[in-house]
């Protein structure tokens, strides 16, 4: 069994689209500080994106490149981090299939994410038996690499301690770990995957630009809402994203008492803005109506295009050389096979299901 030198990481994303300031501050800030500290692996996960948009594969694998430019614009270093396509590690859809078998099925459909997304996307009872499946092929994402930590915004918690329960059974059922081990202890009692922890990111949910929802709540950030700001977004789009975002609806002057609590023009200063002397004198003036939202908006305008503008750099020199995106994917793709064939070999072997050498697959 390979034991890497640092521990090991695993995270990745639904392609959907390009990524936005939600994505930044939920995961993809956490990714990039901890290349040094963790083995890393970074999945795009095209074949979960067949679960609602079987009929648009060309819009599936655009969203690819799109996940991998940005991520590597973001400042995810090949060199020390490797980013994969799942549809190419088939270790990951066998080891579906095997802890398919350890979930009941009412409990997959109790996961509050799989349910929220059901109502957000308008799935009502149409969706096809695959959509749940990949609530377990998360599992299986994590698992095949067997890490320490998961990088994870707030939204997928749940489908995280699905990952946990799994790891347990496993452990429990064909490694013969005591139930009642803690679960720091599972892989030095003899189980073969780790219960793994969470990490998340400093802002758990960031609000988009728009209004709220019928119930008040802010929205999070989302492409399908039309609320996101874009890593790759011009310095143009931007402001003109901020400068139409929603603040204090009961606001109707610049000399009206401003509301910074809930307000999710202050969150993004909250989230953002580095010099917090700036936040706490500004949000006080905005109280007591000192300051109006258009003085503040293009304050946040200036300090979200400062984050932005290395990101964007970075993105148009890896634009100009498409195939390095390619290249980026098919290194890390090599090496998460490498893994997660070791690991689906381990599971087999603790499944009692290993009757023949495991085919060497091409990892070139």
Known sequence: MSNPAKPRLLTGDTPTGRLHLGHWVG?????????DRYECYFLVANSHAFTTRAERPDEIRQSVLDIATDSLAAGIDPARSAIFVQSEVPAIAELTFFFAMLLPFNRVMRNPTLKEEIRDKGLGDTYPFGFP???????????AFRPEVVPVGEDQLAHLEMTREVARRFDQLYCGVDPATEDDAYVARGGLFPVVKPLLGRVRRLPGTGAPGPDGTLLKMSKSLGNAIFLSDDAATVERKVMGMYTDPARKRATDPGRVEGNPLWIYHETFNRDAAWVAEHEEAYRNGQVGDVAVKRKL???????????????????????????????????????TEETLALAKHALRQDFLPRRKLDLG
Request: net charge neutral.
């Open 133 to 143: 499946l990949y609530a377990v092929g998360q599992t299986a994402d994590i698992l």
């Open 27 to 35: 995961s993809l800030e956490n990714r990039v500080a901890l290349q």
């Open 301 to 339: 305008v200036e300090v979200l295009n400062a984050l932005l503008e290395p990101i964007r750099e970075r993105r148009r020199a890896l634009e100009a050389r498409p195939d390095t995106v390619i290249d980026v994917l098919r290194d890390g793709t090599r090496r998460a096979n490498a893994v």
